[in-house]
Nanobody, 115 residues
Framework: VQFVESGGGLVQPGGSLELSCTTS????????MYWYRQAPGKERELVAS????????DYADSVKGRFTISRDNAKNTVYLTMNSVKLEDTAVYYC?????????WGQGTQVTVSS
């Protein structure tokens, strides 16, 4: 099982960014997927989730209305579109999912919000 996150970078407050996570090693379309983030000195927190086929989404209160999770089952990829970013969105972002939930993690992608 592998997760490869990409798309992070430096963005100004109020800006936008789209993260991608390409997966392998499990039947992607059969499992819900999740985006997590971890800021320096803080625990990893769940940001967004999306179910397998129906694509029902859910968000942490801190990102609701600003972030959108989506998936492309043909590409085994999950996305996180970040709009109206805030300083407090600065973190390393990770995706996860599959039958061995939380057993495997990718390297994450760094998002830094700064003016």
């Amino acid at each position: 099982v592998q997760f490869v996150e990409s798309g992070g970078g430096l963005v100004q407050p109020g800006g936008s960014l789209e993260l991608s996570c390409t997966t392998s090693g499990f039947p992607f379309s059969l499992y819900a997927m999740y985006w997590y983030r971890q800021a320096p000195g803080k625990e990893r927190e769940l940001v967004a989730s999306i179910t397998d086929v129906s694509g029902i989404t859910d968000y942490a209160d801190s990102v609701k209305g600003r972030f959108t999770i989506s998936r492309d089952n043909a590409k085994n990829t999950v996305y996180l579109t970040m709009n109206s970013v805030k300083l407090e969105d600065t973190a390393v972002y990770y995706c996860n999912g599959g039958p061995d939930l939380y057993t495997y993690w990718g390297q994450g992608t760094q998002v830094t919000v700064s003016s």
